[in-house]
């Protein structure tokens, strides 16, 4: 990337006051980071699994960008493998998405598959999509900060496999963190992620080298001319994705409301007309019982 030739000359990210206009709530910014500083990925990543960093013995982005070829539709979310036998999928979701969960669903499955036709079986890598949002994404879900989800028995929760799964990291939910979350340093990151001003982010980066490193980082980019249109490109792209798509199913929606109103009134009279039916059937029965025991008793008087 070519430095800017003014601000940033004097500027630097010990110095930064005020907004920072690309957070890592960018996705292009995120992915950029977290392929470059593999400390901060390590340190992301457990405190997404809950593990200590001393279990961590190989982490690779298998999905890097190059920022002077990022072209507006490039894939955002992280691949990575974790140890040569995990996979893991992280993703920022940060416009309302009303498909998240089958989209979700499809990309975990995705990942999941991840061996050859005619290979063994046991080959396959666990796989976990982590989504870190602060969108509702699960209408009428409970108000979580973290939430897993996994493969349970519905009557016993009997856990199927721990191989496959989704987590959701809600920012907006800090409140409700548990000791654990706390423990796994997820609330930390949670406001680095949320961190809108440099003065917040230092704050929060004192004494943790990884995070000072994320932070030079994100100064790079943002005071680097070509890199930032690079990044607002990519910002109203999605946007107006977004505001495309949102628009879309609502036109949709508004298109074939009458309709479903109609197909819906129709079933439920149907509905009213089988219970109609049956109670009618039910009157039935009883007089052609009532009937059967008149004609017993007419013949007994024979």
Known sequence: MSKSKNKSQTLTYETATGEIEFTLMSDMMFHYVMQQSEKALTGLVCALKGISPDYV???????????????????????LTLNNNEILNIELQVYPDKYWISRSILYLCRA????????????????TLFCITDKELIPKAPKEFYAKYRLTNLKNHHLYTDKFGI?????????????????????????????????????LAQNHPDIEEVGNLI????????????????RRYREQMNSQYAAGY??????????????????????NEKTELRQRNAQLEDEITELKAKLLELEKNK
């Open 250 to 271: 609502t036109d949709a929606e508004e298109k074939y409301e009458p309709e479903l109103a109609r197909k819906d009134a129709h079933i439920n009279e149907l509905r």
């Open 167 to 203: 987590n959701v990291l809600q920012l907006n939910h800090t409140d409700l963190a548990t000791k654990e979350d706390i423990s796994n340093n997820l609330v930390y990151w949670a406001n680095l992620f949320k961190a809108t001003t440099w003065e917040e982010f230092k704050n």
């Open 57 to 79: 013995k190989n982490i690779l982005v298998v999905n890097p960008i190059d920022l002077n070829n990022a072209g507006k539709e490039t894939i955002m979310d992280i691949k």
């Open 219 to 234: 100064f790079e980019l943002n005071y680097d001319n070509q890199a930032k249109e690079i990044l607002e490109g990519q």
């Open 112 to 127: 999941y598959d991840n061996i050859g036709n005619g290979e063994n079986y046991s080959l396959i890598k666990p796989t």
